[in-house]
């Protein structure tokens, strides 16, 4: 992301509010796009940043993940990543949906799930070309953590975090619920 990582958040969650807001493809029911002014945001915050290396695994295991509406989808398990957040060591999985992409899924729960946060979870979306400095250390950053379009209307199927994934630690970073 660069030097200005905070700017770029920034102009992200503004660009996304705006699509929200006032694209037809927006995942915000048509009848509330009208009064929508903006979805709700933790402050960005740096300890919530983390550059460090992927515990990749030899041979990834294929997890079936649940779904929202009851579906199940099949990805691998790609790699951890160990943090630590406030006082708490806390590992998290990555996963990948194909095994030649570049782009690693981190779903997950936290404290704050169901209480500030979409209950069943939020995702961060990590690209190669992005999320990796020049010696290929990941940047897993939780203030870029984004609610799944399930989250917003009931007629989309989100894949739910894994329960590896639930963590017992307030993740105060990243998208607040919707409403």
Known sequence: MGSDWRRAIETQREEK??????????????????????LEYYPIDDEYRFELPL???????HVVVGTSTDGEREFLRWGEFRVTVGDEDVAIQAYKA???????WVPFRDATS???TYGAGRYIDLE???????????ILDFNEAYNPTCAYADQYECPLPPMENWLEVLIEAGEKSYH
């Open 55 to 61: 515990n990749e695994y030899e041979d990834p295991d």
């Open 98 to 104: 194909d095994p030649d992409d570049d782009r690693l």
């Open 114 to 116: 169901g209480e500030e």
């Open 128 to 138: 190669s070309e992005h999320h990796r400095t020049n010696d290929g250390t990941w």
């Open 17 to 38: 509010d705006r699509y929200f807001g006032e694209n037809p493809h927006s995942p915000i029911p048509e009848s509330e796009r009208e009064t929508f002014d903006g």
